[in-house]
Nanobody
Framework: QVQLVESGGGLVQAGGSLRLSCAASVRIFGDAAMHWYRQAPGKQRELVAS???????DYADSVKGRFTISRDNAQNTVYLQMNSLKLEDSAVYYC?????????WGQGTQVTVSS
């Protein structure tokens, strides 16, 4: 059974940093594109950052220059380093794996940024 388990969320002051991790129990991890999404209360889920199997990255305009996505294929883990956090970054962050017909989601981890 495929599992994506996020960790690293929490409460942080504005301007602070957090590092999210997502561990995947799936053999196709190295071939899959990995994504971080977030969803704030009352808002639609939005794509925050993506990384291809080859390591190419892409970011939402709202997080460019502040967030960094990376992956460790040996550990089947994807990371999201979040710096200079803003109040509007508060949300539940979800890890997502996409490969061919496979599309898996983690359970989410809460990030709360306080003033």
């Amino acid at each position: 059974q495929v599992q994506l388990v996020e960790s690293g969320g929490g409460l942080v002051q504005a301007g602070g940093s957090l590092r999210l991790s997502c561990a995947a129990s799936v053999r196709i991890f190295g071939d899959a594109a990995m994504h971080w999404y977030r969803q704030a209360p009352g808002k639609q889920r939005e794509l925050v950052a993506s990384i291809t199997s080859g390591g190419s990255t892409d970011y939402a305009d709202s997080v460019k220059g502040r967030f960094t996505i990376s992956r460790d294929n040996a550990q089947n883990t994807v990371y999201l380093q979040m710096n200079s956090l803003k109040l509007e970054d508060s949300a539940v962050y979800y890890c997502n794996l996409k490969y061919l017909v496979w599309d898996y989601w983690g359970q989410g981890t809460q990030v709360t940024v306080s003033s």
